[in-house]
């Protein structure tokens, strides 16, 4: 079957320390984007990428970074910038260059400060 | 910018109540409406759609029509079930890149 993996289902951040989730999808899309998901605010996207060795920074990119190295894969580092990190991230990808297309999301990753 | 806003939640009916959650939009030019759900400790999964003024989607006995008169995208359902308690997305899509911006959420809640 078809669809998008993240990786770890939970992850623990120390002070000062970088942590990089990850996005894997089998469907063949160009496009991928990561949002963070706080309670009552609905998904804020942090960076998207639409092909290869390319990417945009989104609403709320700082403290974060990205790579697109093959199309498959966009991992999100969350750095020791971000200094309110505690939150559920979501990976999504789609269909390029069709607005009608709906994204396809993953199960998330919580990440937690300890 | 372009926004969606969602009716407050969180909404409390018994089964085999009528649902509605109310959707509005602010958007230049003719987005693509959607409405995704998210169940506890889950991503988001594609609820139904709707690509121009007129158009109605559903899936699952949940129904939305795309008014572009009043900016709307209310999501229906003649009677929910407890399995229907779920976090609720209505969302547009933002021009060539493709970016969703999404509502607030509106949690749901069926209880027997």
């Known amino acids: 079957d078809g669809g998008i993996t993240q990786s770890p289902k939970y992850l623990f951040r120390k002070e000062g320390q970088n942590v990089t989730l990850s996005c894997e999808q089998n469907l063949n899309h160009d496009a991928m984007y990561w949002y963070r998901q706080d309670p009552g605010q609905g998904l804020r996207l942090i960076y998207y990428?639409?092909?290869?060795?390319?990417?945009q920074k989104g609403d709320i990119a700082e403290g974060y970074s990205v790579s697109r190295e093959k199309k498959e894969s966009f991992p999100l580092t969350v750095t020791s910038a971000q200094k309110n990190p505690t939150a559920f991230y979501l990976c999504a990808s789609s269909i390029r260059g069709q607005s009608n297309q709906p994204q396809h999301f993953g199960d998330g990753t919580r990440l937690s400060i300890l | 910018g372009n926004s969606v806003t969602q009716m407050e939640g969180p909404v409390t009916l018994s089964e085999e109540a009528f649902l509605t959650i109310n959707c509005t939009y602010t958007?230049?030019?003719?987005?693509?409406l959607f409405w995704y759900v998210q169940y506890p400790g889950e991503g988001l999964q594609l609820l139904l759609k709707?690509?121009?003024?007129?158009d109605k989607g559903s899936n699952k006995g949940f129904e939305a029509t795309y008014r572009k008169e009043t900016t709307s995208f209310h999501l229906e359902k003649g009677s929910v079930q407890v399995s229907d308690s779920a976090v609720y997305f209505c969302?547009?899509?933002?021009?060539?890149?493709?970016?969703?911006?999404f509502g607030q959420g509106t949690r749901l809640t069926i209880n027997p």
């Open positions: 969302a547009l899509s933002d021009g060539g890149a493709q970016k969703l911006v």
């Open positions: 958007a230049t030019g003719y987005p693509s």
């Open positions: 990428s639409q092909i290869v060795n390319d990417f």
């Open positions: 709707a690509t121009k003024a007129d």
